[in-house]
């Protein structure tokens, strides 16, 4: 089993920066592609950046682009989500994922992930 522990959610004024961290234990997901999705209220939950094993395919939905960088380090067993120029509409909680051993590609759609973190709350004042 993997445990995902997402940190470092926060309040933060339009224009601001928060990076989000997602720490795996139980298993190295070193072979593990990986990404974040986030729901805010009332909305279904959306896919927002996806990273291969490797770090050498990495996806954005469009309106994070730019604007949101990804990364790992699978060595800390450690995935990060840089987010730059926040906006309101970024207000929601975000989510950690992982999926399975040798499933190393990055993916776009949440029934590619069998492993979620429990999620923190990110939220942008106008």
């Known amino acids: 089993q993997v445990r995902l522990v997402e940190s470092g959610g926060g309040l933060v004024q339009a224009g601001g920066s928060l990076g989000l961290s997602c720490a795996a234990s139980?298993?190295?997901?070193?072979?593990?592609?990986m990404g974040w999705f986030r729901q805010a209220p009332g909305q279904e939950r959306e896919f927002v950046t996806a990273i291969s094993r490797s770090g050498g395919i990495i996806y954005y939905r469009d309106s994070v682009k730019g604007r949101f960088t990804i990364s790992r380090d699978n060595g800390k067993n450690t995935v990060y989500l840089q987010m730059n120029s926040l906006k309101p509409e970024d207000t929601a909680v975000y989510y950690c994922?992982?999926?399975?051993?040798?499933?190393?590609?990055?993916?776009?759609?949440?029934?590619?992930?069998?492993?979620w973190g429990q999620g923190t709350q990110v939220t942008v004042s106008s």
């Open positions: 994922a992982a999926t399975t051993p040798y499933r190393g590609d990055a993916y776009v759609d949440a029934y590619e992930y069998r492993y």
């Open positions: 139980g298993r190295t997901v070193s072979s593990y592609g």
